[in-house]
């Protein structure tokens, strides 16, 4: 009983996710750590590479621009053409250290974990019994390595021989040790872990060089990031935009040409550079870096960026009962007599009969006890002798000073107490059938023939829960509470948590035809699992977060991995998910609704000699044709810099409907987006004629 | 007061179309309008066609095309042989080569620039049967691609999107012909001519004057040129002539008819995808910005032209007159321009290029904003179902999913399809123009001087680009440069917006159906009708408030200066 | 490709023959049946009611100014244009408009065109020698080139001319007017107007 109780203890897991307590891969961070911002600045020069530039449209515009600039400037030296070439270089350059700002996050994070991989060195079992020792990463699938107290696991695998206690907080930063043992859903070890007690033998499961460790470090490191379908689709609408006004801006020359002026290259690039969308340009792939770094933050790995982002889409989440919607365990809530019998000889006797149980069911029996009527826990002398729970007699009790009480399953006690020439009390079966059609679970309690009265175990629902669920609601996304109770006890626990659907006495296949059946109505389905036999499961749902302490076959079969093994950070999941599109689609708005301010400053300066009547439309009364360009320009720089934070954090998410979501976020990127730039160019531009420089 | 009232009636006569003309054209694309079925069999069968034979998307596309381009081949060889073929009762010789190719272009892609004068250029032979055969054609072509469009939307995992050669002989048969028709006796019983006598010689003893005036069947033309959106009339002046839009009512007639179609197929949209409030957000989409337009344009035609003012002339009461028609006055002479520029129609009762500069600037930027408002025949729709996808997509991104229309997955296909779509129009546009006035022959062509004549070639590629056709017509744009260079425009501005529609409805008609939640971006909402015109509005904006700048508002801009 | 070239000769064929000339000839048969008039071009023994005139040219014996009829507008490049050496032909002919023999347009002058200024300005001075002080319409060309109306209030300020011109007393010529005027269309769509064909012919029995 013991070790999965243990075992139980730390799947359950942190309630919250945002604790501060310290975290394995996922070490808080300041947004701004001075060595990764030190890291950045050189990694942002780096990409200047056109190499690197090139998979980046809009900034590839610009970079192109500021050669052509710098061009111009060389052959007609002023100081304007060389304060634009370096303003848009800056540009490039800042779009890099956000990228490079986001990336460095997850390389710290990759650096640690790569110190742990690297020290480790192995016990190789060979076939005829004797060991060797080998380093950690030349072990293939399927050697056999043996792992006592003290020893890190050396890589991915499966317990075939043993039990031991795992201190698993390298990976997840849980400090409770968990419970490994062969066979069954807690076989599985990961790389990197430490046996903290007994002697394990392991089966590797992992190839070399593809070690979970390895995996989380591809994944923080963000090395092999593909771009995510919203994100390519974005990306082409940033390329759309920025084509467009390549015309724009080349017509233009040849417009002025008609209205007999020039206007100077230099200009005109410019003018490309702050219409195209630079801002969203810059930020998109810090924007999904960071995305991912927020799962991490969480202490989640998604194992591609696709997962993210269909996360966001999810319509349907199933939630495991236990664990997720309630606290796991039933807990003792009333105790009720039968008979003649009064409320605290049910407790007493219900307290006597729970002494020796060490489940919470029965450790709640005995606090309860203590509660309602201060009954203290009674030392026990020798002569008495535990009975405990079997699967055949289904009730567990305790015989002592001559007294047998029991306590179980209502048949159960009721054949016991038969047994020894008692009768079932009349108003019995009728509290039984009350209590279990209440959703809690009847514990009958006896003393030899007499039935003294009923425990209620009720299943109790985490604090909080039921307004998740509303907001969730409120999202649009429909919650299915899926437990092996019966419908009965299901349908109660549901009404009581708010969740929209149940799935009842649900069987591994029950579930798979659910996940189908919403599947086929065009919803995307995110689950959560642990077990050998949730893995077809988890593999079909779009979403499917596996528990880190669950089997290596979840573990694969899910595109998600909870390292603190809290299923109710589905939601959470599905929250960042969100956040990381409503960023995109912010920020593109944002980028997008600047052009009108830009236009206002430059159209009507440079068309100024020839047609000196649409000084009217120079609204802000920039200074000078120069110091008007300029202040765009700088604008179009610095709110790259200004919007980083932004970028990495993500816009703040609220669970709402998406009508008022989107609302809210027109009117602030939107309306902001056309305001802002007006104010900042002005600013800009206030200064510039201070210091007297154009 | 007159003018509100003709609002008002117009709009009272548009809703009641809206509601039949609508729920009809989605019973006669569906097939459940028969009565024609004894004519179709046949047509059906010399084409070896039927509409059990549905296409994919490219087998749709590449019967419009080569349909097309045959239509293109002979329309083209006709004008060129005129002289020779009968119903030629002024003995007119052939179209001029150049000419020729531009015009043929321009009825084929629903433009119907003209760079000739009808009455002077054109036997009747051509007037009916390449030039008003186009005016059937091309309408039902835009109207099928819009169809095939809607059945992207309506349809889920489905690899065809209906026959070409079922929906363009349906919407001859059951649409165009019969309103045409109908719309076309009104117009003669008002005083459009319709006759194949040729000209008349009279003496006037009143004044002695010895008038020859040219006549023609323009009366079922106008019809079919105003239900078929496409503008191109018989003579010269088109509906601002007498013979083709004699009164205020024909007048009347006209825009009823060239609104009708457009605005109407948002109704078939709605009954199509099964959500009517899906074609109300668009037709609160075109009718917000159109009623913009409409009122922007009549309110700057209300206010005294300035070279006629600097004459000394007091305008209060009459507003801008210089190229108006008596009958008409000038703010409905406003209303009906801004329906031609803004249905690609591009008919004009009133000479656009003497507008006062913002009058001339709402007709120009009406048709800037890509004919969406409502826009053309088919093309309307279509155009404004590419600029809602953009639209759906960045909204759909800020509510943080995938973005969804109609339960339609917006990817990066449909994204890449939809930014082809709204690019092709300013691109084309903008570089054509650029090409233009950097040319010698380009500049020449204006008639006016000043950032004027600018407009007026800006106008001029701007119309063709859009498929609109109306000009201002000073420019002297019968030349061989501008009639290439517009037959490019015209083509470049038709088929790449078209194809791409197309593929688009092939790519969303092989999607499943996703259900609509609580937390979609609801595309049936006033949040949505905001978006998609801020993106209507920020596009042509964007993409063209340079240009503009250049010619209308500097010339709005130039107080007391005359060029 | 083949076949598809080949069923679109099909439809081309097919497409010509019904939306071109079934159609036409079907809709002009029609029109010719009931609305004979009409389709002819709405003719009178002296023109068309639809198409404008020039009344400037008209001699009246013993008015030098020639103002026994009412004006229409002044399209084209008449007697009333910029540079009077210019013109050739008369006044508000139809056959020649916007420079082109034969064809029906406007002058498609922009609105702060110096073309149009001095035009504006010859007419304004045109009328003020026949003692008229023009309203707008008077002194600007229509969009078609021939139109044939005027408004009320373009006749009513030639009145002064008129019945000096013929002797009819002014009283009897804004009657004459007031009968001419015929309303918009339905009451309410365009403006009220003239007919100056019908309103010359008018005047010509009143004389």
Same mark, same amino acid.
């Given at each position: 009983?013991?070790?999965?109780?243990?075992?139980?203890?730390?799947?359950?897991?942190?309630?919250?996710?945002?604790?501060?307590?310290?975290?394995?891969?996922?070490?808080?961070?300041?947004?701004?750590?001075?060595?990764?911002?030190?890291?950045?600045?050189?990694?942002?020069?780096?990409?200047?590479?056109?190499?690197?530039?090139?998979?980046?449209?809009?900034?590839?515009?610009?970079?192109?621009?500021?050669?052509?600039?710098?061009?111009?400037?060389?052959?007609?030296?002023?100081?304007?053409?060389?304060?634009?070439?370096?303003?848009?270089?800056?540009?490039?350059?800042?779009?890099?250290?956000?990228?490079?700002?986001?990336?460095?996050?997850?390389?710290?994070?990759?650096?640690?974990?790569?110190?742990?991989?690297?020290?480790?060195?192995?016990?190789?079992?060979?076939?005829?019994?004797?060991?060797?020792?080998?380093?950690?990463?030349?072990?293939?699938?399927?050697?056999?390595?043996?792992?006592?107290?003290?020893?890190?696991?050396?890589?991915?695998?499966?317990?075939?021989?043993?039990?031991?206690?795992?201190?698993?907080?390298?990976?997840?930063?849980?400090?409770?040790?968990?419970?490994?043992?062969?066979?069954?859903?807690?076989?599985?070890?990961?790389?990197?872990?430490?046996?903290?007690?007994?002697?394990?033998?392991?089966?590797?499961?992992?190839?070399?060089?593809?070690?979970?460790?390895?995996?989380?470090?591809?994944?923080?490191?963000?090395?092999?990031?593909?771009?995510?379908?919203?994100?390519?689709?974005?990306?082409?609408?940033?390329?759309?935009?920025?084509?467009?006004?390549?015309?724009?801006?080349?017509?233009?020359?040849?417009?002025?040409?008609?209205?007999?002026?020039?206007?100077?290259?230099?200009?005109?690039?410019?003018?490309?550079?702050?219409?195209?969308?630079?801002?969203?340009?810059?930020?998109?792939?810090?924007?999904?870096? +960071?995305?991912? *770094?927020? $799962? &991490?933050?969480?202490?989640?790995? /998604?194992? @591609?960026?696709?997962? %993210?982002? #269909?996360? !966001?889409?999810?319509?349907?989440?199933?939630?495991?009962?236990?664990?997720?919607?309630?606290?796991?365990?039933?807990?003792?809530?009333?105790?009720?007599?039968?008979?003649?019998?009064?409320?605290?000889?049910?407790?007493?006797?219900?307290?006597?009969?729970?002494?020796?149980?060490?489940?919470?069911?029965?450790?709640?029996?005995?606090?309860?006890?203590?509660?309602?009527?201060?009954?203290?826990?009674?030392?026990?002398?020798?002569?008495?002798?535990?009975?405990?729970?079997?699967?055949?007699?289904?009730?567990?009790?305790?015989?002592?000073?001559?007294?047998?009480?029991?306590?179980?399953?209502?048949?159960?006690?009721?054949?016991?107490?038969?047994?020894?020439?008692?009768?079932?009390? +009349?108003?019995? *079966?009728? $509290? &039984?059938?009350?209590?279990?059609? /209440?959703? @809690?679970?009847?514990? %009958?309690? #006896?003393? !030899?023939?007499?039935?003294?009265?009923?425990?209620?175990?009720?299943?109790?629902?985490?604090?909080?829960?039921?307004?998740?669920?509303?907001?969730?609601?409120?999202?649009?996304?429909?919650?299915?509470?899926?437990?092996?109770?019966?419908?009965?006890?299901?349908?109660?626990?549901?009404?009581?948590?708010?969740?929209?659907?149940?799935?009842?006495?649900?069987?591994?296949?029950?579930?798979?035809?659910?996940?189908?059946?919403?599947?086929?109505?065009?919803?995307?389905?995110?689950?959560?699992?642990?077990?050998?036999?949730?893995?077809?499961?988890?593999?079909?749902?779009?979403?499917?977060?596996?528990?880190?302490?669950?089997?290596?076959?979840?573990?694969?079969?899910?595109?998600?991995?909870?390292?603190?093994?809290?299923?109710?950070?589905?939601?959470?999941?599905?929250?960042?998910?969100?956040?990381?599109?409503?960023?995109?689609?912010?920020?593109?708005?944002?980028?997008?609704?600047?052009?009108?301010?830009?236009?206002?400053?430059?159209?009507?300066?440079?068309?100024?000699?020839?047609?000196?009547?649409?000084?009217?439309?120079?609204?802000?009364?920039?200074?000078?044709?120069?110091?008007?360009?300029?202040?765009?320009?700088?604008?179009?720089?610095?709110?790259?810099?200004?919007?980083?934070?932004?970028?990495?954090?993500?816009?703040?998410?609220?669970?709402?409907?998406?009508?008022?979501?989107?609302?809210?976020?027109?009117?602030?990127?939107?309306?902001?987006?056309?305001?802002?730039?007006?104010?900042?160019?002005?600013?800009?531009?206030?200064?510039?004629?201070?210091?007297?420089?154009? | 007061?007159?003018?509100?009232?003709?609002?008002?009636?117009?709009?009272?006569?548009?809703?009641?179309?809206?509601?039949?003309?609508?729920?009809?054209?989605?019973?006669?694309?569906?097939?459940?309008?028969?009565?024609?079925?004894?004519?179709?069999?046949?047509?059906?069968?010399?084409?070896?066609?039927?509409?059990?034979?549905?296409?994919?998307?490219?087998?749709?596309?590449?019967?419009?095309?080569?349909?097309?381009?045959?239509?293109?081949?002979?329309?083209?060889?006709?004008?060129?042989?005129?002289?020779?073929?009968?119903?030629?009762?002024?003995?007119?010789?052939?179209?001029?080569?150049?000419?020729?190719?531009?015009?043929?272009?321009?009825?084929?892609?629903?433009?119907?620039?003209?760079?000739?004068?009808?009455?002077?250029?054109?036997?009747?032979?051509?007037?009916?049967?390449?030039?008003?055969?186009?005016?059937?054609?091309?309408?039902?072509?835009?109207?099928?691609?819009?169809?095939?469009?809607?059945?992207?939307?309506?349809?889920?995992?489905?690899?065809?999107?209906?026959?070409?050669?079922?929906?363009?002989?349906?919407?001859?048969?059951?649409?165009?012909?019969?309103?045409?028709?109908?719309?076309?006796?009104?117009?003669?019983?008002?005083?459009?001519?319709?006759?194949?006598?040729?000209?008349?010689?009279?003496?006037?003893?009143?004044?002695?004057?010895?008038?020859?005036?040219?006549?023609?069947?323009?009366?079922?033309?106008?019809?079919?040129?105003?239900?078929?959106?496409?503008?191109?009339?018989?003579?010269?002046?088109?509906?601002?002539?007498?013979?083709?839009?004699?009164?205020?009512?024909?007048?009347?007639?006209?825009?009823?008819?060239?609104?009708?179609?457009?605005?109407?197929?948002?109704?078939?949209?709605?009954?199509?995808?099964?959500?009517?409030?899906?074609?109300?957000?668009?037709?609160?989409?075109?009718?917000?910005?159109?009623?913009?337009?409409?009122?922007?344009?009549?309110?700057?035609?209300?206010?005294?032209?300035?070279?006629?003012?600097?004459?000394?002339?007091?305008?209060?009461?009459?507003?801008?007159?210089?190229?108006?028609?008596?009958?008409?006055?000038?703010?409905?002479?406003?209303?009906?321009?801004?329906?031609?520029?803004?249905?690609?129609?591009?008919?004009?009762?009133?000479?656009?290029?003497?507008?006062?500069?913002?009058?001339?600037?709402?007709?120009?930027?009406?048709?800037?904003?890509?004919?969406?408002?409502?826009?053309?025949?088919?093309?309307?729709?279509?155009?404004?179902?590419?600029?809602?996808?953009?639209?759906?997509?960045?909204?759909?991104?800020?509510?943080?999913?995938?973005?969804?229309?109609?339960?339609?997955?917006?990817?990066?296909?449909?994204?890449?399809?939809?930014?082809?779509?709204?690019?092709?129009?300013?691109?084309?546009?903008?570089?054509?123009?650029?090409?233009?006035?950097?040319?010698?022959?380009?500049?020449?062509?204006?008639?006016?001087?000043?950032?004027?004549?600018?407009?007026?070639?800006?106008?001029?590629?701007?119309?063709?680009?859009?498929?609109?056709?109306?000009?201002?017509?000073?420019?002297?744009?019968?030349?061989?440069?501008?009639?290439?260079?517009?037959?490019?425009?015209?083509?470049?501005?038709?088929?790449?917006?078209?194809?791409?529609?197309?593929?688009?409805?092939?790519?969303?008609?092989?999607?499943?159906?996703?259900?609509?939640?609580?937390?979609?971006?609801?595309?049936?909402?006033?949040?949505?009708?905001?978006?998609?015109?801020?993106?209507?509005?920020?596009?042509?904006?964007?993409?063209?408030?340079?240009?503009?700048?250049?010619?209308?508002?500097?010339?709005?801009?130039?107080?007391?200066?005359?060029? | 490709?083949?076949?598809?070239?080949?069923?679109?000769?099909?439809?081309?064929?097919?497409?010509?023959?019904?939306?071109?000339?079934?159609?036409?000839?079907?809709?002009?048969?029609?029109?010719?049946?009931?609305?004979?008039?009409?389709?002819?071009?709405?003719?009178?023994?002296?023109?068309?009611?639809?198409?404008?005139?020039?009344?400037?040219?008209?001699?009246?014996?013993?008015?030098?100014?020639?103002?026994?009829?009412?004006?229409?507008?002044?399209?084209?490049?008449?007697?009333?244009?910029?540079?009077?050496?210019?013109?050739?032909?008369?006044?508000?002919?139809?056959?020649?408009?916007?420079?082109?023999?034969?064809?029906?347009?406007?002058?498609?002058?922009?609105?702060?065109?110096?073309?149009?200024?001095?035009?504006?300005?010859?007419?304004?001075?045109?009328?003020?020698?026949?003692?008229?002080?023009?309203?707008?319409?008077?002194?600007?060309?229509?969009?078609?080139?021939?139109?044939?109306?005027?408004?009320?209030?373009?006749?009513?300020?030639?009145?002064?001319?008129?019945?000096?011109?013929?002797?009819?007393?002014?009283?009897?010529?804004?009657?004459?007017?007031?009968?001419?005027?015929?309303?918009?269309?339905?009451?309410?769509?365009?403006?009220?107007?003239?007919?100056?064909?019908?309103?010359?012919?008018?005047?010509?029995?009143?004389?």
């Amino acid at each position: 009983m013991v070790p999965t109780e243990l075992g139980t203890v730390a799947g359950l897991g942190p309630q919250g996710t945002g604790s501060s307590r310290a975290r394995g891969v996922a070490q808080a961070r300041s947004l701004f750590d001075r060595q990764i911002l030190g890291q950045a600045l050189v990694g942002s020069v780096r990409k200047l590479s056109p190499a690197m530039q090139v998979k980046n449209p809009v900034m590839f515009v610009v970079l192109v621009g500021t050669v052509v600039t710098a061009a111009e400037a060389v052959a007609h030296p002023t100081g304007f053409s060389w304060s634009i070439t370096v303003w848009l270089l800056l540009t490039v350059i800042f779009a890099n250290f956000a990228e490079a700002i986001a990336e460095g996050r997850g390389k710290a994070q990759a650096d640690t974990l790569r110190r742990m991989r690297s020290e480790t060195e192995a016990r190789r079992l060979l076939a005829d019994g004797s060991e060797e020792r080998v380093p950690a990463s030349t072990l293939t699938r399927d050697d056999i390595v043996v792992c006592q107290a003290g020893d890190i696991v050396p890589s991915d695998g499966e317990v075939v021989e043993g039990i031991a206690a795992v201190d698993e907080s390298a990976i997840t930063g849980e400090s409770a040790p968990v419970i490994r043992e062969s066979g069954g859903d807690r076989s599985a070890v990961t790389g990197g872990t430490k046996v903290l007690s007994d002697r394990i033998v392991v089966r590797i499961t992992a190839e070399r060089g593809k070690t979970f460790l390895d995996r989380m470090i591809g994944l923080v490191e963000g090395a092999n990031r593909q771009k995510t379908p919203n994100e390519v689709a974005l990306t082409i609408l940033l390329s759309v935009l920025t084509i467009v006004f390549i015309p724009v801006v080349v017509s233009l020359e040849a417009f002025g040409h008609f209205a007999a002026t020039s206007v100077p290259i230099v200009v005109l690039v410019a003018l490309l550079v702050c219409l195209i969308p630079t801002t969203i340009g810059a930020l998109l792939s810090a924007i999904g870096i +960071a995305g991912m *770094d927020r $799962l &991490v933050q969480h202490n989640v790995l /998604a194992l @591609s960026g696709r997962a %993210v982002e #269909a996360a !966001g889409d999810v319509q349907t989440l199933l939630l495991d009962k236990t664990g997720t919607i309630t606290l796991g365990n039933r807990m003792a809530s009333s105790f009720l007599p039968v008979g003649d019998y009064s409320e605290r000889q049910v407790a007493e006797a219900a307290q006597l009969a729970s002494l020796a149980d060490e489940t919470p069911e029965g450790r709640s029996i005995v606090v309860l006890a203590k509660q309602r009527f201060g009954l203290r826990e009674r030392e026990l002398g020798d002569g008495h002798r535990f009975v405990p729970f079997s699967a055949t007699t289904r009730m567990s009790g305790i015989d002592v000073d001559g007294r047998a009480i029991r306590k179980g399953a209502a048949d159960a006690v009721k054949r016991w107490s038969t047994e020894q020439g008692g009768r079932t009390p +009349a108003d019995l *079966d009728p $509290l &039984v059938e009350r209590i279990a059609r /209440a959703g @809690s679970t009847p514990l %009958v309690v #006896a003393e !030899g023939p007499h039935v003294i009265g009923v425990i209620e175990l009720k299943d109790v629902v985490k604090a909080g829960i039921s307004e998740k669920f509303e907001a969730m609601r409120r999202m649009g996304i429909r919650t299915v509470m899926v437990t092996g109770d019966n419908a009965l006890t299901a349908t109660a626990i549901a009404q009581e948590a708010g969740v929209d659907d149940v799935l009842a006495e649900a069987t591994p296949e029950a579930k798979m035809a659910l996940i189908k059946s919403e599947q086929a109505e065009g919803k995307l389905v995110a689950m959560t699992g642990d077990g050998t036999n949730d893995a077809p499961a988890l593999a079909q749902a779009d979403v499917g977060v596996a528990m880190n302490t669950g089997t290596t076959a979840a573990k694969e079969a899910g595109n998600m991995v909870d390292l603190d093994s809290n299923p109710t950070k589905l939601i959470d999941i599905v929250e960042i998910g969100k956040q990381l599109l409503i960023t995109r689609g912010a920020l593109t708005t944002f980028s997008i609704a600047n052009d009108v301010a830009k236009y206002f400053a430059i159209i009507p300066v440079i068309f100024e000699e020839t047609y000196p009547q649409l000084k009217a439309l120079n609204i802000m009364h920039l200074h000078s044709e120069m110091s008007a360009v300029m202040s765009a320009v700088i604008f179009n720089a610095l709110i790259i810099v200004a919007l980083i934070p932004l970028a990495l954090r993500g816009v703040r998410f609220r669970a709402t409907s998406a009508a008022a979501i989107l609302r809210r976020n027109v009117w602030i990127y939107g309306l902001g987006g056309i305001v802002a730039p007006f104010v900042g160019i002005k600013l800009i531009d206030l200064i510039l004629q201070a210091t007297g420089v154009f | 007061m007159t003018f509100a009232a003709t609002l008002a009636a117009l709009v009272v006569v548009l809703a009641l179309t809206w509601r039949w003309l609508g729920s009809y054209m989605a019973a006669v694309f569906e097939g459940r309008v028969q009565f024609l079925a004894w004519i179709e069999r046949p047509l059906y069968r010399a084409l070896q066609t039927g509409p059990q034979r549905e296409q994919s998307w490219r087998r749709y596309a590449e019967s419009l095309v080569v349909f097309s381009a045959a239509f293109l081949g002979l329309g083209y060889l006709l004008l060129r042989v005129q002289g020779h073929l009968p119903l030629n009762p002024q003995h007119l010789g052939a179209v001029p080569p150049a000419l020729g190719f531009n015009t043929i272009v321009s009825f084929v892609t629903n433009t119907n620039w003209q760079n000739y004068g009808g009455e002077t250029t054109m036997s009747y032979f051509s007037q009916i049967g390449v030039l008003t055969v186009q005016q059937f054609v091309s309408a039902a072509v835009g109207i099928a691609v819009a169809i095939a469009l809607v059945r992207g939307f309506s349809r889920g995992n489905s690899a065809t999107i209906g026959n070409f050669w079922v929906d363009i002989l349906r919407a001859v048969l059951y649409i165009l012909l019969p309103i045409s028709f109908v719309a076309g006796i009104v117009l003669v019983g008002q005083g459009a001519v319709q006759t194949l006598a040729g000209p008349v010689h009279i003496h006037d003893p009143l004044n002695g004057v010895t008038q020859t005036i040219p006549r023609g069947p323009a009366g079922f033309m106008g019809s079919i040129m105003q239900v078929g959106t496409n503008g191109g009339g018989f003579f010269n002046a088109d509906l601002a002539h007498p013979f083709e839009n004699p009164t205020g009512l024909t007048n009347f007639l006209y825009m009823w008819l060239t609104l009708s179609i457009p605005v109407s197929i948002t109704h078939t949209f709605g009954k199509m995808v099964k959500s009517v409030r899906h074609g109300v957000a668009l037709l609160v989409v075109m009718a917000v910005i159109f009623g913009g337009w409409v009122a922007f344009t009549t309110y700057a035609e209300h206010q005294p032209n300035p070279a006629v003012a600097a004459a000394g002339v007091q305008q209060k009461q009459t507003g801008n007159t210089e190229g108006k028609e008596v009958r008409f006055g000038d703010t409905t002479s406003a209303l009906f321009n801004v329906t031609q520029t803004q249905t690609s129609d591009g008919a004009v009762d009133s000479a656009s290029d003497s507008y006062n500069p913002m009058g001339g600037f709402g007709l120009l930027t009406g048709m800037m904003l890509g004919e969406v408002t409502p826009g053309g025949d088919g093309s309307g729709l279509y155009t404004l179902l590419i600029y809602a996808i953009i639209a759906v997509f960045i909204g759909g991104l800020m509510v943080g999913r995938t973005p969804e229309y109609l339960g339609k997955k917006i990817q990066a296909r449909e994204v890449k399809l939809a930014g082809l779509g709204t690019l092709a129009m300013p691109l084309v546009v903008l570089v054509l123009t650029a090409v233009a006035v950097s040319l010698h022959a380009g500049r020449s062509a204006a008639l006016n001087a000043g950032p004027h004549g600018f407009t007026e070639i800006l106008y001029a590629l701007t119309s063709q680009g859009n498929n609109n056709g109306s000009a201002m017509a000073g420019i002297a744009a019968n030349s061989a440069f501008y009639n290439v260079l517009g037959a490019v425009d015209m083509l470049l501005g038709r088929f790449a917006i078209l194809i791409p529609a197309l593929a688009l409805a092939g790519s969303l008609a092989a999607k499943g159906v996703a259900p609509a939640s609580s937390g979609t971006f609801p595309t049936d909402s006033p949040m949505f009708v905001g978006l998609t015109i801020g993106v209507v509005l920020i596009v042509g904006g964007l993409t063209f408030f340079p240009a503009t700048a250049l010619g209308p508002i500097v010339e709005q801009l130039s107080h007391g200066r005359l060029f | 490709m083949l076949f598809n070239l080949r069923r679109s000769l099909t439809a081309v064929v097919l497409f010509t023959v019904v939306c071109g000339f079934v159609y036409m000839l079907a809709g002009t048969g029609v029109a010719q049946l009931f609305f004979r008039h009409q389709a002819d071009g709405s003719l009178t023994a002296d023109g068309s009611t639809l198409i404008g005139q020039n009344w400037a040219d008209v001699r009246c014996p013993g008015h030098p100014l020639g103002s026994c009829v009412f004006h229409g507008r002044p399209d084209d490049t008449g007697p009333y244009a910029a540079d009077p050496a210019t013109h050739t032909s008369g006044g508000d002919n139809p056959l020649v408009a916007n420079g082109v023999k034969g064809e029906s347009g406007a002058t498609n002058l922009g609105p702060r065109s110096r073309a149009l200024f001095e035009d504006t300005r010859a007419l304004v001075a045109y009328w003020h020698a026949l003692g008229v002080d023009p309203t707008p319409d008077l002194v600007t060309t229509s969009g078609s080139g021939l139109d044939p109306d005027i408004t009320p209030a373009d006749a009513l300020v030639q009145v002064p001319m008129v019945a000096r011109a013929t002797g009819i007393a002014p009283a009897r010529l804004r009657a004459l007017i007031a009968r001419e005027t015929q309303p918009p269309a339905l009451g309410f769509l365009g403006s009220p107007f003239i007919d100056v064909l019908s309103l010359n012919e008018a005047l010509a029995k009143l004389r």
